[in-house]
């Protein structure tokens, strides 16, 4: 499916997706909206990628706080503070829930503020980053290098860890895919796709690449869903 989307926009765009899993130029939301229907064929014939199996460390955390950080995704770009999805999520999982994040993050950057996730002690981290790797053609390594600093930090600080895949229609998934076998590594949650079926719906899109407050839900519903079984 991911070859078929990759022809789709070789034809629509005239480029070709490089090694670093980007495309050089922006399409209209006339070609994201033709092309958004392939996605959608993928995510409901393989699914939303869910929840992984292998063993999490740190988890059944203890009982502080679970922060939300990374992106524009985490922070709300696109609606109201209030319908965030980290301000969603703590209401569906009653307890405190901090949103950290910052419009236009990259892996590297939100490495350098660590610290102040850190000096929260959170039971939880919950992240979502990459998307502007994807945009500024970050080369992959780079960000699994980052990603790994990310981790590492946070378990050993005794935070049980959450990454959220993101598969966005007109990207490759080479960055998610490394990303995911990182996880796997080192023992994170890897809550897949979580804007699976958000893509091109202008019902709960703000723009052509962040959620409005209805997106922000649904998101806050699966991390919650994946979530609660292990708090």
Same mark, same amino acid.
């Given at each position: 499916m991911r070859g078929t989307l990759d022809v789709s926009v070789k034809r629509a765009t005239g480029r070709e997706r490089d090694g670093s899993g980007c495309y050089h130029r922006i399409v209209s939301s006339r070609v994201l909206v033709g092309l958004v229907a392939a996605g959608a064929v993928a995510f409901f014939v393989l699914g939303s990628g869910g929840s992984e199996t292998w063993r999490i460390r740190n988890d059944r955390p203890g009982r502080g706080p679970v922060v939300c950080f990374g992106d524009s995704l985490t922070y709300g770009h696109g609606a109201e503070p209030a319908q965030s999805y980290p301000s969603v999520l703590r209401g569906l999982l009653g307890r405190e829930v901090v949103n950290r994040g910052k419009n236009g993050d990259t892996s590297a950057a939100a490495l350098?503020?660590?610290?102040e996730v850190v000096s929260l002690e959170p039971a939880v981290?919950?992240?979502?980053? %990459?998307?502007?790797?994807?945009?500024?053609c970050v080369p992959i390594a780079d960000t699994v290098a980052a990603?790994?600093?990310?981790?590492?930090?946070?378990?050993?600080? %005794?935070?049980?860890?959450?990454?959220l895949g993101i598969d966005p229609p007109l990207a490759s998934g080479a960055r998610m895919e490394a990303i995911q076998a990182l996880?796997?590594?080192?023992?994170?949650?890897?809550? %897949?796709?979580?804007?699976? %079926?958000?893509?091109?719906?202008?019902?709960?899109?703000?723009?052509?690449?962040?959620?409005?407050?209805?997106?922000?839900?649904a998101i806050a519903e699966r991390v919650a869903g994946a979530v609660r079984p292990r708090l």
């Open positions: 350098e503020r660590l610290d981290v919950i992240l979502t980053l %990459g998307g502007n790797d994807m945009l500024q990603m790994t600093g990310i981790f590492d930090r946070l378990l050993a600080a %005794g935070s049980m860890v959450v990454f996880c796997r590594e080192r023992g994170v949650l890897w809550v %897949g796709d979580v804007m699976g %079926g958000l893509w091109g719906d202008r019902s709960r899109m703000s723009d052509q690449i962040h959620p409005n407050a209805a997106g922000y839900r």
